[in-house]
């Protein structure tokens, strides 16, 4: 071979690595072995914020600003001692204007066992990320719109018998303002018998007016817009709130016995994202139990909802499991249950997206871990692990 047609070969393949550098809306840098930069397409310099310069033969920290380039020289750093695939899902970047966050994913260029360089690529998700959180925001909101005549329903009866021992306070008041003007001994009997009634009347008011203040409390901390910073926060009430606003829906199909520990607990996090797991959890135990028993619910559904943390096996782990005795699923169902948009209700009747939220508020916002054990007919347990707060045993 003539060195002519080496050289139309070293052209022809020149022409298709810059075609497939440049064919796309992706940041893509090429580095030497030694991470300094060999090519890049025009995309990286608006993703990556880089200056407008010739680039070729620098140092990634020299060009990349601040702590973008400390966080791309880290990876390219694991990249080269793993010799696999390296990533930031979700890397922040402020400029003068606004927040952006980028996708960064390091790739090792390897050929007979000779690491040869490396792929950077980079991709600006702030958009995708704002369209997730409207997600979970509209799902949220759909899942508190169900909820509102459960809700509703639950304030009238205790405002209801609050009512109704008001009027009775009041005529017992207007007795009692008439027998102090007209005594008599039949009359002072009957006025002993209607004032042995109202410490019951009182006590029943003051209960159904703290029924009511823990059923507002628990729709305004599930309705909080939350923060975009974890922060610490009490998991078992959570759960108690989970309970509360979603009682409308169990307490018809189910009962729910609450294994709560003897010590309180902190996690940190995001606390209304872990309600609408509770939530969500507790409303798929009522389906399930709902399509076992059908039409026969008389008090056979139970939901057991237990957290742990003192099992010396779960170090430095919050345990926390919801059980119920419903149809339980296949191994089949099972596998795929916390995939996005799949559900087995009918059509129109499931948006598929609320165990697949639960997984995603768990294990990626949580950092935790969720599996689920199940026999089909007998029921299901959701198992979940959350890390502890630093110093917490």
Request: hydrophobic share 35%; with cysteine; proline share 4%.
């Amino acid at each position: 071979m003539s060195i002519d047609d080496l050289e139309k070969i070293y052209k022809k393949e020149l022409a298709l690595f810059e075609g497939l550098l440049h064919s796309n809306n992706l940041a893509i840098i090429i580095l030497h072995e030694d991470a300094s930069i060999r090519a890049l397409n025009n995309p990286s310099f608006e993703i990556f914020h880089l200056p407008k310069d010739n680039l070729e033969g620098k140092r990634l920290g020299d060009v990349f600003p601040g702590e973008l380039g400390v966080a791309v020289e880290n990876i390219v750093a694991e990249c080269k001692l793993t010799q696999s695939p390296a990533a930031l899902e979700k890397q922040p970047y402020k400029d003068e204007q606004k927040t952006v966050f980028i996708e960064i994913k390091a790739f090792p260029v390897i050929r007979q066992n000779v690491l040869l360089g490396f792929l950077i690529s980079g991709e600006d998700i702030t958009e995708r990320l704002e369209l997730e959180r409207q997600n979970k925001e509209g799902e949220k909101f759909r899942l508190v719109g169900e909820l509102t005549a459960g809700v509703a329903h639950e304030i009238n009866t205790p405002v209801h018998y609050i009512q109704n021992n008001l009027k009775y306070l009041k005529s017992v008041i207007d007795e009692l303002t008439s027998f102090l003007s007209n005594k008599n001994t039949e009359e002072f009997q009957h006025m002993k018998m209607l004032i042995e009634d109202v410490p019951d009347a009182v006590n029943q008011s003051i209960e159904g007016i703290q029924r009511i203040s823990g059923i507002v409390r628990s729709m305004t901390n599930y309705s909080h817009p939350g923060t975009i910073k974890p922060e610490e926060f009490d998991p078992v009430t959570a759960i108690d709130d989970a309970i509360i606003l979603s009682s409308n829906e169990w307490k018809k199909v189910a009962k729910i016995d609450f294994i709560k520990p003897d010590t309180k607990i902190m996690l940190k996090g995001y606390s209304n994202g872990i309600t609408q797991v509770f939530v969500n959890l507790i409303i798929n135990a009522c389906h399930a139990i709902k399509g076992k028993y059908k039409n026969d619910l008389s008090n056979d559904g139970k939901i057991v909802i237990k957290v742990d943390f003192n099992n010396e096996c779960l170090r430095n782990e919050l345990k926390i499991q919801f059980s119920d005795n419903g149809t339980g699923m296949s191994e089949e169902i099972k596998d795929k249950i916390f995939e996005p948009f799949f559900t087995t209700k009918p059509i129109g009747k499931g948006t598929g997206q609320g165990l697949a939220q639960v997984y995603s508020c768990i294990v990626k916002s949580h950092k935790g871990k969720i599996a689920v054990d199940s026999v089909e007919g007998e029921g299901s347990t959701f198992i979940i692990h959350l890390p502890l707060l630093t110093g917490e045993s």
